[in-house]
């Protein structure tokens, strides 16, 4: 069974730094895409950044330039460093591997949430 663990979060000042940090533990056939999702009270989740298994990124528009994704396949995989923070990055944070399973089957993996708050 794959889970995934996501930390780092807190609250944080604007203009101020947080990263987060996303663990995998379980068996996968293989990944597609590894990413950080966002949701904030009220709207619906949305994409905040994403890097494939061919190490291409996207990110959203209102993060590019001030939050990177990083994976690092020795350690803890995935990381989502957050700079210059504004009060509208408040969310609660998922990570999500997109992969298949030993059964061949496509699934979206999540992991619990981390909460952001960015405030003064």
């Known amino acids: 069974q794959v889970q995934l663990v996501d930390s780092g979060g807190g609250l944080v000042q604007p203009g101020g730094s947080l990263r987060l940090s996303c663990t995998v533990s379980?068996?996968?056939?293989?990944?597609?895409?590894m990413g950080w999702y966002r949701q904030a009270p009220g709207k619906e989740r949305e994409m905040v950044a994403v890097?494939?298994?061919?190490?291409?990124?996207n990110y959203a528009d209102s993060v590019k330039g001030r939050f990177t994704i990083l994976r690092d396949y020795a350690k803890s995989p995935l990381y989502l460093q957050m700079n210059s923070l504004k009060s509208e990055d408040t969310a609660v944070y998922f990570c999500?591997?997109?992969?298949?399973?030993?059964?061949?089957?496509?699934?979206?993996?999540w992991g619990q949430g981390t909460q952001v708050t960015v405030s003064s």
């Open positions: 379980g068996s996968l056939f293989s990944i597609n895409a």
């Open positions: 999500n591997v997109r992969g298949y399973s030993d059964s061949r089957v496509l699934t979206d993996y």
């Open positions: 890097i494939t298994s061919g190490g291409s990124t």
